[in-house]
């Protein structure tokens, strides 16, 4: 049943719809595979599943405002993850609990029914550090029978039922269901003090287990000794051929050269213990520096999350954007009325001590085709899209130099690959950042021997390289105009386009 308040902002969301429909759509940095905000801001995916057979991906929404600010869970279904279907939004903030945002959360699918779960945020007015005051942080529970019309909200643990050390920052629930028991992950900020006696808090992760989904006891605190950024947000925990793998996102790591190069990091460690193991002493020992991969080497990665197909695929997909990066990332679809989107659905693949990311094998059965270069310029072809997706494909690299420009030379990202490194750039040839850059630099990943193969994938305003069947991936935003969506690729390459 819609509450009178619901009702109130979904009329208002169809209201900024309407108004700002056309704006929007004509907007030429529209996707044409990515779920994209209908108006307005989109954050993190929330809910992520497949439910009689249907996909639903709801998503962290503002369409009142481009900048951000939440009050939404948006929408979509798919049946193939990669043409979506836009709903209405489900969850908006009408109780005290959620009253400053619904916040992430996940869906859990039970005896044909949908439990989703998520953190209502509250920001109290007044001067507060909303660390230690002035923040609530309520984990609460909605249903379905439909993946559209939610139940009413339950609370299930508010700011008496956290440990003492931990701050007011606890958030962002991923349930899910082992052994005939529920566990609850939620990301957390710990409050701790360095030897000089500064404060200095340590990211970490809470457990919680339940019977019935609706009582809930701390089951694990697991809060390194060894510090890895100040607070985890959006946790995931999951078995992938046997392994187990959490996939967390720590704030406050400094950046080093090849590594945190964004302000907020996102990646993940796969885990010494199976989760029927109390984990807190293992994990007090635990550095997870040494185990932190990052999932994505891009400019435009965060908060992703993972959930298991009907045909047991572990898929993820992320937030193709950061966090407080207004600053250094002048996204150029704001002055029509949106921003951001979510990255292609990837699907996990353990693989000697990793996981490998590559894009659901549901793209492939696009009707792609192969295009012949609109010219030949010494090695390399050049084709010009403007309304197409397009695909590069090479293979059989071996650790070789290759280049890919995408745009034009002074205004265009460049991919560059040699023997174990890539690079992305959007500076130009005389150092320059490219407009299409909106500001950004450069990006530098590794594979661990040799690329290989690479797999460069253009929707219009997203570019996502897949390097040796995704062992290493890079996000990354690009505004360029239609004119300019020039490509020079190495002749050797296949370039596919739908
Ligand atoms: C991550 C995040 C989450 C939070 C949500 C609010 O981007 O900060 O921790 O639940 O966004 O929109």
Same mark, same amino acid.
Do not use: M
């Given at each position: 049943m819609e509450s009178e308040i619901q009702k109130n902002r979904f009329r208002q969301e169809r209201e900024e719809l309407k108004k700002m429909e056309r704006t929007v759509n004509n907007c030429p940095f529209r996707t044409r595979y990515h779920v994209m905000p209908p108006v307005g801001w989109l954050n993190d995916p929330n809910g992520l599943c497949q439910f009689r057979g249907i996909y639903h991906a709801y998503f962290q929404y503002s369409p009142l405002s481009v900048h951000g600010g939440g009050g939404y869970w948006g929408h979509c279904t798919s049946t193939d993850l990669i043409h979506w279907k836009y709903k209405e939004p489900v969850l908006t903030t009408d109780i005290p609990e959620d009253a400053g945002g619904v916040y992430s959360g996940s869906a859990l699918i039970e005896n044909d029914h949908m439990y989703l779960f998520y953190t209502g945020n509250v920001k109290l007015p007044g001067n507060y550090d909303y660390i230690d005051s002035g923040r609530i942080s309520t984990q609460l529970l909605t249903e379905s029978d439909d993946g559209q019309h939610m139940s009413g909200k339950t609370k299930l643990l508010g700011m008496e039922d956290y440990p003492e050390n931990i701050t007011r920052h606890v958030r962002d629930p991923k349930v899910w269901k082992e052994e005939g028991t529920y566990y609850m992950v939620l990301g957390a900020r710990a409050r701790a003090w360095d030897k000089e006696g500064e404060r200095s808090d340590r990211g970490g992760v809470l457990i919680y287990t339940s019977q019935d989904k609706k009582n809930w006891s701390l089951w694990s605190e697991l809060v390194p000794d060894k510090k890895f950024g100040y607070m985890w947000e959006c946790p995931d925990i999951f078995v992938l051929s046997g392994t187990r793998v959490l996939s967390y996102c720590p704030q406050g790591l400094p950046a080093g050269e090849e590594k945190y190069q964004n302000i907020y990091q996102s990646g993940y460690s796969i885990l010494p213990v199976g989760i029927t193991a109390k984990m807190d002493d293992v994990f007090r020992e635990w550095d997870p520096e040494d185990t932190f991969r990052e999932w994505d080497m891009g400019?435009? @990665?965060?908060?992703?999350?993972? @959930? #298991? /197909?009907?045909? %047991?695929?572990?898929?993820?997909?992320?937030?193709?954007?950061?966090?407080?990066?207004?600053?250094?990332?002048?996204?150029?679809?704001?002055?029509?009325?949106?921003?951001?989107?979510? !990255?292609?659905?990837? #699907?996990?693949?353990?693989?000697? %001590?990793?996981? @490998?990311?590559?894009?659901?094998? #549901?793209?492939?059965?696009?009707?792609?085709?192969?295009?012949?270069?609109?010219?030949?310029? %010494?090695?390399?072809?050049?084709?010009?899209?403007?309304?197409?997706?397009?695909?590069?494909?090479? =293979?059989?690299?071996?650790?070789?130099?290759?280049?890919?420009?995408? +745009?034009? #030379?002074?205004? +265009?990202?460049?991919?560059?690959?040699?023997?174990?490194?890539?690079?992305? !750039?959007?500076?130009?040839? =005389?150092?320059?950042?490219?407009?299409?850059?909106?500001?950004?630099?450069?990006?530098?990943?590794?594979?661990?021997?040799?690329?290989?193969?690479?797999?460069?994938?253009?929707?219009?305003?997203?570019?996502?390289?897949?390097?040796?069947?995704?062992?290493?991936? @890079?996000? /990354?935003?690009?505004?360029?105009?239609?004119?300019?969506?020039?490509?020079?690729?190495? +002749?050797?390459?296949?370039?596919?386009?739908?």
């Open positions: 400019f435009d @990665f965060y908060a992703p999350q993972s @959930f #298991e /197909t009907e045909d %047991g695929r572990r898929i993820l997909i992320g937030w193709a954007g950061v966090p407080d990066t207004e600053k250094a990332h002048r996204n150029l679809s704001v002055e029509n009325g949106w921003q951001h989107c979510l !990255t292609l659905p990837t #699907e996990l693949v353990y693989r000697s %001590g990793k996981i @490998f990311r590559k894009p659901v094998s #549901e793209l492939s059965n696009l009707p792609w085709k192969d295009v012949a270069a609109d010219k030949a310029d %010494g090695k390399y072809r050049k084709y010009h899209w403007a309304d197409q997706a397009v695909a590069v494909k090479e =293979d059989g690299i071996a650790g070789g130099e290759r280049c890919l420009l995408i +745009g034009r #030379e002074d205004n +265009g990202l460049t991919i560059h690959v040699a023997g174990d490194k890539v690079e992305l !750039t959007f500076l130009n040839r =005389d150092r320059q950042p490219s407009i299409c850059g909106g500001g950004r630099r450069v990006r530098i990943g590794r594979v661990e021997d040799r690329v290989e193969e690479l797999l460069v994938l253009i929707d219009s305003s997203i570019v996502e390289v897949f390097v040796n069947g995704g062992e290493t991936v @890079f996000t /990354t935003r690009i505004y360029l105009d239609k004119k300019d969506r020039n490509l020079a690729a190495d +002749g050797r390459c296949r370039i596919l386009a739908i």
